[in-house]
């Protein structure tokens, strides 16, 4: 599975922005997609995952402002950033799990919020 990110970007305070993330290879595989970050000085969190269910989890500093989202052929995932904040400024990761447990992280995205 390999994983291209895309999106990032810098953006004031309060803005949004969309990043998105599509898989190719073996996506019939794929049982779960999910965004996560690395922000200065701090260890990678989680900031929304979803199944192919639809069953969304997400990471407590973005409740109510970050949204994730799947496309029916469920090779792209979103992550709908809105209400940013300088704290958001990060690295976004995508990341996809297999059905065999696999793990494969795309490369980082660069979000920037200024005040």
């Known amino acids: 599975v390999q994983l291209q990110a895309s999106g990032g970007g810098s953006v004031q305070a309060g803005g949004s922005l969309r990043l998105s993330c599509t898989a190719s290879?073996?996506?019939?595989?794929?049982?779960?997609m999910a965004w996560y970050r690395q922000c200065p000085g701090n260890q990678r969190e989680l900031v929304a995952s979803?199944?192919?269910?639809?069953?969304?989890t997400q990471g407590d500093s973005v409740q109510g402002r970050f949204t994730i989202s799947r496309r029916n052929a469920k090779n792209t995932v979103f992550l709908q950033m809105d209400g940013v904040r300088p704290e958001d400024t990060c690295v976004y990761y995508c990341?996809?799990?297999?059905?065999?447990?696999?793990?494969?992280w795309g490369q980082g995205t660069v979000v920037t919020v200024s005040s």
């Open positions: 979803i199944t192919n269910d639809g069953a969304i």
């Open positions: 990341n996809s799990r297999t059905i065999g447990n696999s793990v494969y």
């Open positions: 290879g073996s996506i019939n595989v794929i049982v779960l």
